[in-house]
């Protein structure tokens, strides 16, 4: 790639406090993302997606959290080492942020009106009538009807789906480069998770942003994203343009999240699911970290770590077998 | 609004009706004579009988009762024994005491206690968290009469920087008097409620702080101190008033020692007299007062809820 | 059945288990150990420390008036030359005894009233209304109106408080009846034909009894420090057998010339109700795990 990154992560490291020392959550993270790109970050909870996200805009609680190591590049700067007032700057602006859980990402006992109007004071400085006649527009580009009287209400009185888009426009409220939608649509009604995200790719074309989609839906990022990142125990083994990924997946756990998908077309298959479930942070596997649970494993993923190798173009995997049979081929 | 205070003032008339009841029964209770205490030691007996007649005190219990009841319907709390004069009117001179300690404690306490609440939640584990719960630690161990006699010793008669006993009416005196007055029982009122009122705090700053809406008003770029100022603790504040309303509730409890020793002329000081001067109507009366305090109390809690809430609707 | 044979089992092998677990929480809980430290240190010192000292509390040799703190008199003397630290000693007697017996008394008032309302739920109105108006004056007044009604005795201070508190121990006792009716298992009992009475000895009793315990140490604390402030108002055990609420009552006159009166006692009590105050605080994490507002 010769293009400059909008955002690059590289080798990062972020370790928690736990009862017993610092616990590893995401190792040796590295991707990029270009202007007006989509990127998927997918893989089961656990296995390091969030966390990568949240890194990004350093959201994690202070005290009980270590960027042990690498560096978050945005715009020529690295987050990492910024101060807490610059980096303020962009969140929220630049840079900015939705979640899951739309019932508790918004604050109960504050309108509508005074959550969107916070970031367009703080990062644009428009006046208080400016800010609301702002929030407002913000709120039909995100498809709320009625938005001038629906502004002043309280979130309880909305329904999920409606305190997403609410989100949604506190996000894009300062048009940002960058949006990184953490699982947006796993809270809600399936119907309502296609609107969502129609309505985020509608906005992204209008706003030219580039979107960090985080999902553990293999089918939104088939819908959804240009290039997919695949994660497991805190670390990237996979990564590929989204057709090559579902054409060509390079690493057994890929094939399995894409095998979990419910197909529409084809017969009445059934479902396969992964076998085990992903392991707790602390738990220290030797080699492959995906071993346990891999149908292929063989005795060197027991025995060493295997590094994330190139495949094709643009497709990375931390299988080396995989990657053999693939030259050999 | 004033629908709301109506119907929760008509709610609380069987709980007042109770409370008066029991003020009545609790009292009946004291065995000693009220006519012989008035009459004085050296009193006959035929002298003990009269003024037992004229207060009504031979009649049986129930109709006393009943005729206390209708006269309170009217508005007509009764005449103290004791003291030569109506039951209101002895209420009404004492009760600017009480609320000006009251109040000046809350006024003390209600931002204090905030404050070290938010801090300690905010730097969990540190310092300033271990020192407000110990400070709430020592504020339900310590004797605060104990302490008010001690500060008396060193600020009052060894420093000399306060009056050591006696209200100074805030009209007649001036405010500075006034304050110099109550400055040091308000302050020890207060500080057995700062701790409470911060632990209460701090707890209901640890939930609110880890929610999801916290994350996402960092995400915003909003500031530190704002994100804990306006997003967390308007979130805790509903908490918080219920905690204050149970404060206002003990420190009106704890004036009724305090009053005893900083010697003020107040309801705490009255009610105790009045017990152990039989005086019936008296205690009654006071009775009565605390608990209608306690039931408005609770009710501007409930409205306070109205406004900090938005989620609450009384309908 | 044989499913049904284990379901019979397993309630009380799961109480075993938490009880041993509850056990080891404690002895590893820094604030109950230190409680638990202080407690024993000081009705050690009230039960034996006076046979170690073997002075008569009420002894007077006015010759030893005011004698401030000295190798001889560790806490000085009183206006009638008596020994503050035997005072002291034997007034824990006395003060522990009384918050011992209130926390008792009311303990188990306060489980009748709430047991009866939280499982006869047509008495619950009535029961909880008369404990809300007894809620409504501060528990030292319902103190002081009974004390003065029953008279200056060590007794009637211990039935004064312990009324006052059982609206508080009540209320505690009520809640977890509540939850714990609603169980499944409750529902099984009654179904297969179990009484009222063995419902509430068997499963409701049992299973309020940490919450409970909880309370009743602070009421233990609460009931130490009303004694020294009813004793302060005048309506505390009487002298001269000392209780450490009258020493300091008595010692206020004389707090100027002889600040070490009053002070001895008051650190006393500051002591006992902080180290009940910490054991129950350990016993609520362990035993109580709903942190909520208490009142």
Not at chain 2, 14 to 21: D, G, M, R, Y
Not at chain 2, 96 to 124: D, H, K, N
Not at chain 3, 30 to 56: E, H, M, N, Q, Y
Not at chain 3, 154 to 166: C, E, F, G, N, P
Request: proline letters at 6%; a positive charge; hydrophobic letters at 50%.
């Amino acid at each position: 790639m010769t293009r400059v990154p909008l955002l690059s992560v590289e080798n990062l490291t972020v370790q928690f406090r736990g009862d017993s020392g610092w616990v590893t959550a995401i190792e040796d993270v590295s991707f990029e993302i270009g202007a007006g790109e989509n990127l998927g970050i997918v893989g089961e909870s656990g296995s390091g997606k969030s966390v990568s996200a949240l890194s990004i805009l350093r959201l994690h609680g202070r005290a009980n959290t270590r960027y042990a190591s690498g560096a978050i590049r945005f715009g020529g700067r690295d987050l990492l080492s910024m101060s807490e007032r610059e980096l303020r700057k962009v969140r929220g602006g630049d840079i900015a942020m939705i979640f899951q859980d739309p019932m508790s990402s918004l604050n109960p006992v504050l309108t509508i009106a005074e959550q969107i109007i916070e970031p367009l004071q703080l990062h644009q400085g428009l006046s208080s009538a400016a800010a609301r006649r702002r929030a407002i527009e913000l709120l039909e580009m995100v498809r709320i009807a009625d938005a001038g009287r629906r502004i002043d209400e309280y979130p309880h009185r909305l329904s999920g789906g409606m305190r997403q888009r609410v989100m949604i426009a506190i996000a894009i409220a300062c048009q940002p480069k960058l949006l990184i939608a953490d699982e947006p649509t796993t809270a809600l009604d399936v119907t309502i998770q296609g609107q969502i995200l129609e309505l985020l790719r509608d906005l992204q074309r209008e706003i030219g942003m580039s979107v960090v989609l985080i999902t553990h839906d293999l089918g939104v990022i088939a819908e959804f994203a240009q290039r997919v990142l695949v994660m497991y125990a805190g670390r990237v083994i996979e990564q590929a343009p989204v057709a090559a990924l579902f054409n060509r997946p390079m690493h057994p756990y890929t094939d399995g999240l894409i095998d979990a998908v419910p197909k529409l077309d084809g017969d009445l298959h059934r479902l396969t699911t992964i076998p085990g479930s992903i392991p707790d942070l602390a738990t220290v596997i030797p080699g492959c970290r995906f071993n346990p649970r891999c149908r292929e494993a063989m005795d060197v993923c027991r025995r060493n770590a295997p590094a994330l190798l190139p495949v094709g173009p643009d497709h990375l995997s931390r299988c080396p077998p995989r990657a053999a049979a693939r030259g050999a081929a | 609004m004033l629908r709301i205070v109506v119907i929760r003032l008509i709610q609380a008339i069987p709980v007042l009706l109770l409370i008066a009841v029991m003020a009545f029964i609790l009292m009946h209770l004291i065995p000693g004579d009220p006519a012989v205490v008035i009459a004085g030691a050296d009193a006959g007996p035929a002298a003990v009988e009269r003024i037992r007649h004229e207060l009504g005190l031979d009649r049986p219990i129930l109709e006393q009762l009943l005729s206390w009841l209708v006269n309170l319907g009217t508005g007509d709390f009764g005449r103290s024994l004791v003291l030569n004069q109506t039951v209101l009117s002895a209420v009404g001179e004492r009760l600017p005491v009480t609320m000006s300690l009251a109040m000046l404690s809350l006024a003390i306490t209600l931002p204090v206690g905030v404050f070290l609440g938010i801090l300690a939640a905010y730097f969990r584990g540190s310092w300033i968290d271990a020192a407000v719960m110990t400070l709430a630690l020592v504020g339900v161990s310590v004797p605060a009469f104990w302490i008010g006699i001690l500060s008396v010793i060193l600020f009052s008669v060894t420093l000399g920087w306060f009056p050591s006993a006696g209200y100074a009416p805030l009209l007649a005196n001036g405010p500075g008097a006034w304050l110099s007055s109550l400055i040091q029982p308000a302050f020890i009122l207060s500080l057995f409620q700062i701790g409470f009122l911060a632990r209460m705090t701090r707890s209901g700053m640890l939930d609110v702080l880890d929610q999801d809406f916290i994350r996402t008003a960092r995400a915003k770029g909003v500031s530190e101190w704002r994100t804990v100022g306006r997003h967390a603790f308007r979130n805790a504040l509903v908490g918080v008033v219920t905690v204050a309303g149970i404060i206002l509730s003990l420190l009106i409890g704890g004036s009724v020692v305090i009053e005893q020793v900083f010697a003020l002329p107040g309801i705490g000081r009255l009610v105790v007299q009045a017990i152990l001067a039989r005086d019936y109507p008296l205690i009654q009366g006071t009775m009565l007062l605390f608990g209608f305090a306690f039931v408005v109390i609770n009710i501007c809690v409930d409205l306070i809820y109205l406004w900090v809430d938005p989620r609450v609707r009384y309908d | 059945m044989t499913d049904l044979a284990l379901g019979s089992n397993r309630p009380l092998e799961l109480a075993e288990r938490r009880r041993f677990l509850a056990l080891r929480k404690l002895a590893a809980h820094r604030s109950f150990k230190i409680g638990l430290l202080i407690v024993s240190v000081l009705v050690l010192a009230a039960f034996i420390g006076p046979w170690l000292t073997g002075i008569d509390p009420t002894s007077m040799r006015i010759r030893n008036k005011f004698k401030p703190p000295s190798d001889q008199f560790l806490m000085g003397t009183d206006n009638y030359g008596r020994d503050v630290l035997t005072r002291v000693l034997y007034g824990g007697q006395l003060s522990l005894g009384i918050g011992f017996f209130v926390a008792l008394l009311s303990g188990i008032a306060g489980t009748i009233v709430g047991v009866v309302a939280g499982h006869f739920r047509a008495l619950d109105a009535y029961l909880m209304r008369v404990m809300d108006a007894l809620l409504a004056f501060p528990a030292i007044l319902v103190a002081i109106g009974i004390g003065a009604a029953l008279g200056p005795q060590a007794t009637s201070i211990v039935v004064a408080l312990a009324v006052a508190y059982v609206p508080r121990t009540a209320r505690v006792v009520r809640a977890s009846t509540l939850v714990i009716r609603e169980m499944e298992y409750i529902e099984a009992a009654r179904v297969s034909g179990a009484s009222n009475l063995r419902i509430i000895v068997k499963h409701i009793l049992p299973n309020c009894l940490g919450p409970l315990t909880v309370q009743l140490t602070f009421v233990f604390a609460y009931a130490i420090l009303a004694e020294a402030a009813l004793s302060f108002l005048g309506i505390g055990p009487p002298p001269p057998a000392p209780s450490w609420g009258n020493i300091i009552a008595e010692g206020r006159d004389h707090a100027v010339e002889a600040w070490w009166i009053m002070l001895f006692p008051g650190i006393a009590i500051s002591l006992a109700a902080l180290g009940m105050n910490l054991l129950g605080d350990g016993l609520r994490d362990v035993l109580d795990p709903r942190l909520k507002i208490e009142s």
